[in-house]
């Protein structure tokens, strides 16, 4: 591929070409910040209520396993409507298709923020996730049709700042908002943003024809199937491990479901002029790779911005906020790297940056593999910076890597299938590590307390210490068994946070081997990134 080339996550090739003069106009700049910001809103927002998802239960009335569909609902949608985003700009045009998704994405977040039940948290949520999801990979598209070549690597650097800061920002200023001001804001706060990104739209993007007739050459059997795969199978393993599996009929409905939409979605690769996705490319071996790798390092980047807090909660007593700022730590060496990015790109070769990056993000979860009941917030702050250098490293050169694999009219099928890798390797494992932490902390507080015999003079000292202190007599027994039983569980549920880690760990180290698929540029080449 020439230099030139370019890959973008909406629809490519583009409906206008890429610029010709040298440097790109103020008008230009000012559509690639709308798509920067556009993108930044919507991954910010996919983890903005994790940090005050027991606040909203609580004032919606929702339980615990229900208060999840709060971040579960929006997932979902996006995940769904990623792919479509090309044949959605085809349709509508870029601005026109971009302006109606920030309106409907403020007007969902308004709805959010003065719900009172979980129903209308659930449908404002969905309607964020579908209108969010269209502007992450449109934002690419921009870069991509307003820069010129030279000028690109500058907008990929600074649109690889707000896919990697969005969800580890989320949870610090969802934080923040929650513990100032109300959980509230955690909506609201998207009404001032959605009106200066619809400013920027309107000025720094060209208005477009609409297409109605792909409408009616549409993949409709793809479409739908892949909504109800993509819908089934993430909910299937969302709520799998709460649900107890197929001990469920819900769930096994849904996966019935799920076969059926894959299915009609299979048909549709075959019966359709057009298919909405094009699966067709995981044949080629280098972009296979690419997304199976992209799929492990959404695992990680969304993982340990849910398991760290959850864990900082459960045993170092942190509120929102503190867990929040120890999140942000990964997200430090983006802001410092990206400025550098055009420059690596230049000239660290692909399958080094990408092992690198891996090797990085596998340290840091063994690091992290060694928690105890005395590890606090800076404790983590070693690992979650090694963390951030992997996956700026390992985000940006796979989209290089991408980008050579594949030929420039597969350009919007592979960016469909590279996003919707991405969040669903964070689907699958925010399920897996549900169920392996209530699992493994069953299995280890089970061990612990067979392991304490009753005849150990060791324990029969900490039995009689401690009912020394609780005053003696009956119920200074009875409370000193609560509090060897509360240590027990305390230390089993660190056990089972060390586990995650570690599969986290061994994960990313089988895929890195497949950097050796990954096809080398020639030196000095630079090609624009894909999300």
């Known amino acids: 591929m020439s230099g030139a080339a370019t890959l973008g996550a909406g629809d490519m090739p583009m409906a206008a070409p890429a610029p010709r003069e040298e440097k790109a106009s103020l008008t230009a700049w000012l559509g690639v910040a709308a798509g920067s910001l556009g993108s930044l809103m919507a991954t910010l927002d996919i983890s903005i209520v994790n940090s005050s998802l027991p606040t909203i239960q609580g004032e919606i009335g929702a339980s615990a396993s229900e ?73 690419m598209t921009i870069i991509a049709t307003r820069l010129p070549p030279s000028q690109q690597p500058i907008g990929t650097a600074m649109f690889g700042a707000t896919v990697i800061l969005g969800p580890v920002l989320g949870p610090l200023l969802g934080g923040w908002l929650t513990e100032n001001l109300s959980w509230h804001y955690a909506f609201f706060i998207n009404v001032p943003v959605g009106a200066l990104l619809l400013a920027l739209l309107f000025f720094g993007l060209p208005d477009e024809k609409m297409n109605l007739d792909e409408l009616k050459s ?155 009941a005395q590890t606090s ?54 399920a897996l590590l549900a169920t392996v932490q209530d699992t493994r902390w069953e299995y280890h507080r089970w061990t612990l307390h067979s392991n304490l015999q009753a005849n150990d003079p060791a324990a029969q000292g900490w039995l009689s210490s401690l009912t020394e202190q609780f005053g003696g007599g009956t119920e200074g027994l009875a409370a000193a068994y609560r509090m060897i039983d509360a240590t027990i569980t305390r230390e089993a549920l660190v056990m089972a946070f060390n586990d995650e880690f570690w599969i986290l760990a061994i994960g990313t180290l089988l895929v890195t081997p497949l950097v050796l698929f990954l096809k080398p540029l020639p030196k000095g080449q630079v090609n624009m990134a894909m999300h």
């Open 218 to 372: 549409a993949d409709w059997l793809g479409i739908i199937g892949m909504s109800l795969g993509l819908g089934g199978l993430t909910v299937v393993l969302e709520d799998g491990h709460k649900e107890q599996w197929f001990d469920s009929a819900l769930i096994w409905q849904l996966t019935i479901l799920t076969i059926i939409g894959f299915a009609m979605m299979a048909v549709g690769q075959f019966t359709a002029k057009k298919p909405v996705i094009k699966l067709a490319l995981l044949r080629n071996r280098e972009f296979a790779a690419v997304s199976v790798m992209v799929l492990i390092l959404g695992a990680v980047l969304y993982s340990t911005s849910y398991v760290i807090p959850q864990f900082l909660a459960a045993i170092a007593d942190y509120n929102a906020l503190q867990a929040g700022q120890v999140v942000f730590l990964s997200g430090v060496p983006s802001l410092l790297m990206m400025p550098l990015v055009p420059l690596l790109m230049r000239s660290l070769d692909i399958r080094v940056a990408v092992a690198l990056g891996f090797g990085l993000m596998a340290f840091s979860s063994i690091w992290d593999a060694a928690l105890t």
């Open 67 to 139: 208060g999840t569909w709060v971040a579960t609902a929006y997932l979902v949608a996006e995940i769904i409507v990623i792919p479509l985003t090309g044949w959605l700009e085809r349709v509508f045009g870029l601005r026109r298709f971009l302006m109606i998704a920030a309106i409907l994405f403020t007007a969902f977040s308004i709805m959010c923020g003065m719900a009172t039940d979980l129903n209308t948290m659930i449908i404002g949520r969905i309607g964020q996730g579908f209108t969010g999801g269209a502007m992450i990979p449109t934002a």
């Open 377 to 430: 917030g800076a404790d983590f702050t070693e690992s979650q910076l090694m963390r951030g250098i992997g996956q700026i490293l390992g985000f940006m050169f796979l989209n290089q890597a991408a980008i050579s694999a594949v030929k420039m009219d597969e350009a919007g099928d592979a960016s469909g299938l590279f996003n919707a890798a991405r969040n669903l390797g964070g689907s699958i494992s925010l």
